[in-house]
């Protein structure tokens, strides 16, 4: 009985913890909350007027056969000007290989080359964690310009460092290289063993075909630049920019040398994205990723100039706390960063070799943001008060209940009482008997 109230006092007590809280006591929700950004992707939105895209530099894309299986020149053309070479293979053969990068020259003259930088990521048998790392590092890498003489009808490593990273069999490897050069230069990512003399190889001449997908070749533009047609102003409401979708943002158009055909960059992959967007109007500006293709890992980088912090650069990964976003999920969205209307925004992106496109950068004014939150807001007062009504039926329930047991136990009490004033008649009966029958009381 006493157990039975104790729990009931404390069914109670929880019961009244999940009443409805007042507005004044609702949680504050941020810009970043998971359901507050799940509101606003679903809001409604237009697309930001961009300009016509500025691509500069050549891009050489090496990712096919993106399964390597014998030895050989994965891709090469000769280019001139700047130049970044992409490329994104595995290993798969039965013993270590690695990946080096060529330069030959054409020329009865020695010639010269500018190494403006190579990054690479560890190779790795989780493909995602290849392609965030190496975003990471190119953006947070500062270039190192480095020259290099190659000799009349010869070769030369372009990027030693490549020449000592052992590929694993089934480990992808990737990396970006990106060189400048006055001069027509055969520029080559090979495959080969991993104690293969580089140069020595490569005069075997060894042309590997490209896979089923031939998302490999020559592109013009490494580099994009998009531009708002006019400033984005906080009373046009959540806007919009996308990239690498094939329509609103086209792919980079270019040639297979060495399958001799037109080839198609079917998600921009290794090109860098410069997005730069003018705002206007009132209140803050709040910026988001949103992986519509499918899975996608990778950073990008925000930067502004704040009246108070100066010049302000963010790397942000893509996501934040976990390797991937956006698996079965065309809503999924991380946070930027937030500026104050009138602040002009640039942000970088460059799509890695494992992730799907396309994606949008979401700009969402104060006012949008508020009726996210209000929304939020309201659909928790909701569940706060559904919780509490579910909450008083199964109070009613229990009081009800223990009334019944309360009953049942009165009851029971009740006629344990009556059931013990019987038997104490019984001894006075039996006595009286007794004393009938005792013959001394004759």
Not at 8 to 31: D, E, I, N
Not at 384 to 413: F, M, P, Y
Request: proline content about 5%.
């Amino acid at each position: 009985m006493r157990k039975t109230k104790i729990l009931h006092k404390l069914f109670l007590a929880c019961a009244a913890m999940l009443l409805p809280l007042g507005v004044s006591q609702a949680r504050t929700y941020s810009a970043d909350d998971p359901a507050v950004m799940a509101e606003v992707v679903r809001s409604r939105m237009l697309p930001i007027a961009m300009t016509a895209p500025r691509d500069t530099g050549t891009l050489l894309f090496s990712d096919s056969p993106e399964y390597a299986e014998q030895d050989g020149i994965l891709y090469v053309d000769k280019v001139s000007g700047d130049v970044r070479l992409y490329f994104y293979h595995v290993n798969q053969n039965k013993y270590p290989r690695k990946i080096v990068v060529m330069a030959y020259n054409p020329s009865p003259e020695a010639k010269d080359l500018t190494l403006g930088g190579v990054y690479y990521a560890k190779p790795e048998t989780s493909y995602y964690d290849v392609g965030k790392e190496l975003s990471t590092l190119y953006y947070e890498g500062h270039p190192t310009f480095n020259k290099i003489t190659v000799p009349p009808f010869g070769y030369a490593v372009v990027g030693e460092k490549l020449n000592h990273i052992i590929v694993q069999p089934d480990q992808l490897f990737s990396g970006i290289v990106n060189v400048s050069t006055d001069a027509d230069m055969h520029i080559s990512a090979v495959i080969m063993p991993a104690a293969a003399d580089p140069v020595d190889f490569i005069k075997k001449q060894q042309y590997l075909a490209s896979d089923a997908v031939k998302l490999r070749g020559t592109f013009p533009g490494m580099n994009r630049l998009l531009k708002t047609l006019i400033p984005y102003s906080t009373s046009e409401g959540i806007g919009y920019i996308v990239i690498a979708d094939g329509r609103q943002d086209r792919f980079l158009r270019g040639y297979d040398a060495i399958d001799n055909r037109l080839s198609e960059d079917v998600g921009n992959y290794g090109l860098d994205y410069t997005i730069d967007v003018k705002t206007k109007g009132e209140g803050n500006l709040h910026f988001y990723f949103n992986s519509q293709g499918g899975e996608y890992a990778g950073v990008a980088e925000i930067s502004y100039l704040d009246g108070k912090q100066g010049q302000v650069n963010k790397i942000v990964e893509l996501p934040r706390n976990s390797l991937t976003m956006g698996y079965n999920d065309a809503y999924a969205m991380e946070y930027l960063d937030s500026v104050k209307a009138g602040t002009e925004v640039t942000i970088h992106l460059m799509p890695p070799g494992a992730a799907n496109l396309p994606v949008r950068i979401l700009v969402v004014p104060d006012t949008a943001l508020q009726a996210a939150v209000n929304t939020v807001q309201a659909e928790e007062q909701r569940r706060q008060e559904e919780a509490a009504r579910r909450a008083a039926e199964e109070q009613r329930r229990q009081q009800a209940q223990q009334q019944q047991q309360d009953q049942k136990n009165n009851k029971d009490h009740a006629d344990t009482q009556a059931g013990e004033g019987k038997d104490n008649s019984q001894p006075l009966i039996s006595h009286r008997f007794w004393h009938d029958d005792d013959p001394t009381s004759k």
